[in-house]
């Protein structure tokens, strides 16, 4: 659990670290050519972002993080890791009160306390992870769900714009999830394993279909709902796909006691869906 949460705090801090970047980096295009920006757009504007210490910080923790989840994951069920870096919001939230001086309401703080409440329970709660390896088919649906999501990150700008942010953000969570299951489906490392392995290619697709979804869902209006669609597609899909496939399981006679963590977790992040990204 320790190297879950060192995830959920790499993951949380990064965005915040991340918006003071781009926050800077839209100044300095505003400062150079007045009302609207300069040239470039988006592209730009990351370029810009790239040169400054506060974004590479984030990358490099972007990085850590994810090796603290793959840590996580090698370790403890798939649904204790999937509520753990959903509290990365929580953590963003903390941080961005902080270093942002984002106001939060008393609503915001007693829903980060709600998630450390669900961490707590499933800390006490959670057994180790399943020994079942996984199936062939497995692989291969993760790696056709990892497409799917890819082909919908694709084709985001064509979706109607109603519902839109939902729909582009369920498919970044199941992306995201597709990352958490198929670590746990890579059971050997050596080069002819990892080449003829169907969940090494659905990792690498699903992260980077993942990351396209969302940047497509908050390219316009508020990040709440793709961000609330992302938390629910990263956690419960791949907790159930740990229980049933893989087998992971509670401590003996503590199941409630996971399932009520996991909820209460989830709940709460989806409370503080708004700061899934830079914050306004």
Not at 101 to 130: D, I, Q
Not at 235 to 263: N, S
Request: charged share 10%; net charge positive; with cysteine.
């Amino acid at each position: 659990m320790v190297c879950a949460l060192g995830a959920a705090v790499c993951f949380g801090t990064a965005t915040v670290l991340q918006a003071m970047a781009a926050r800077a980096a839209a100044d300095v295009a505003g400062a150079g050519s007045g009302p609207g920006g300069g040239p470039g757009g988006d592209a730009a504007l990351l370029l810009r972002a790239l040169r400054q210490w506060r974004y590479i910080a984030g990358l490099a923790l972007d990085g850590l993080g994810f090796l603290f989840q793959i840590a996580a994951l090698r370790s403890l069920p798939i649904y204790a890791v999937g509520a753990a870096l959903a509290a990365s919001l929580a953590v963003t939230a903390v941080v961005a009160a902080r270093l942002l001086r984002v106001r939060l309401s008393g609503v915001e703080w007693a829903a980060v306390a709600v998630v450390c409440a669900g961490l707590g329970m499933l800390g006490l709660a959670s057994g180790t992870e399943g020994e079942r390896a996984g199936s062939d088919a497995l692989r291969y649906t993760m790696l056709a769900t990892a497409v799917g999501v890819l082909v919908l990150g694709l084709l985001g700008g064509r979706l109607p714009e109603r519902g839109r942010g939902l729909v582009l953000g369920l498919g970044a969570g199941f992306g995201f999830g597709v990352v958490e299951v198929s670590v746990r489906l890579i059971d050997k490392v050596s080069v002819g394993s990892l080449v003829t392995n169907a969940a090494v290619y659905a990792l690498v697709v699903g992260g980077g279909a993942a990351f396209l979804a969302l940047t497509s869902a908050l390219q316009r209006g508020a990040v709440t709902v793709p961000t609330a669609g992302m938390v629910i597609g990263e956690t419960i899909g791949p907790a159930l796909i740990g229980v049933v496939w893989l087998g992971d399981r509670t401590r003996e006679g503590l199941g409630w006691l996971a399932v009520a963590g996991f909820g209460v977790a989830v709940v709460g992040a989806l409370a503080l869906a708004r700061f899934g990204e830079a914050p306004d």
